[in-house]
């Protein structure tokens, strides 16, 4: 799974079975299923997903307001927003999970660096960066250990969650978990691609800090040579 949300022509060849291609012909207009609360989320005018559950109204209504309820858009406070991003991504079982996760986050400024190490299990965050909110490591054990059918979520979990952010703001992470289950399994039941905006802005936004990582790195190198002289 990567957070750019490309899908192999193997995976392709299996969405042809998915209700995607069954609900094709009945999809609504994209103005028509346009989300404000999606667009202040995720950086998109419309989600893929909008266009098939607006075929049936009380689908569409029920996901709005699930998220509006579970992640307390437009109201959850910034550093709140960071975590529940980091805490979705670790959760996330799906290519359009994960994707989605990506952009939420890194629009509340979650580093890359941050966001790979939620999609690799063998990696395990320490305290990264200075302020509120970005104590990441136990957002992140929580939202990949939630994510586990059994679950093995365990109360000494919850308390470190709580001591690092607070009751309030770990509340705020178990609901946006919540919803970034009822997420993936609507997509996975139905099939949904990954909106090209969103594929793009995730790749370009890792490009552009590989690019930023090696300049740097060549300066220091630089600088080195420099002092050795």
């Given at each position: 799974m990567t957070t750019d949300g490309f899908v192999s022509e193997d995976s392709k060849e299996e969405r042809k079975e998915t209700l995607?291609?069954?609900?094709?012909?009945?999809?609504?207009?994209?103005?028509?299923?346009?989300?404000?609360?999606?667009?202040?989320?995720?950086g998109i005018k419309s989600?893929?997903?909008?266009?098939?559950l607006a075929i049936w109204p009380p689908a569409f209504e029920t996901r709005n307001l699930l998220f509006l309820s579970?992640?307390?858009?437009?109201?959850?406070?910034?550093?709140?927003?960071?975590?529940?991003?980091?805490?979705?991504?670790?959760?996330?079982?799906?290519?359009?999970?994960?994707?989605?996760?990506t952009a939420y986050a890194k629009?509340?400024?979650?580093?890359?660096?941050?966001?790979?190490?939620?999609?690799?299990?063998t990696k395990v965050l320490v305290h990264h960066g200075c302020g509120p909110g970005t104590d990441y490591s136990s957002a992140m054990v929580v939202g990949r250990k939630i994510a586990k059918t059994p679950k093995t979520l365990t109360k000494d979990d919850h308390r470190a969650l709580v001591r690092s952010c607070g009751a309030g703001?770990?509340?705020?992470?178990?609901?946006?978990?919540?919803?970034?289950?009822?997420?993936?399994?609507?997509a996975d039941a139905i099939g949904f691609d990954v909106e090209?905006?969103?594929?793009?802005?995730?790749?370009?936004?890792?490009?552009?800090?590989?690019?930023?990582?090696?300049?740097?790195?060549?300066?220091?190198?630089?600088?080195?040579?420099?002092?050795?002289?």
């Open positions: 995607v291609c069954l609900l094709q012909q009945f999809r609504m207009p994209e103005a028509k299923a346009q989300s404000e609360l999606m667009r202040f989320a995720y989600p893929s997903s909008s266009s098939f579970l992640l307390d858009v437009p109201w959850t406070p910034f550093w709140d927003g960071k975590l529940q991003g980091v805490a979705m991504l670790a959760a996330a079982t799906s290519a359009y999970g994960a994707a989605h996760a629009r509340r400024g979650v580093s890359p660096q941050v966001l790979d190490a939620c999609l690799d299990e703001t770990a509340e705020n992470i178990l609901l946006a978990v919540a919803f970034e289950g009822y997420s993936t399994k609507i090209l905006e969103v594929a793009k802005n995730n790749s370009s936004k890792r490009k552009e800090t590989t690019t930023k990582t090696t300049t740097t790195t060549t300066t220091l190198k630089k600088k080195k040579k420099k002092k050795k002289k």
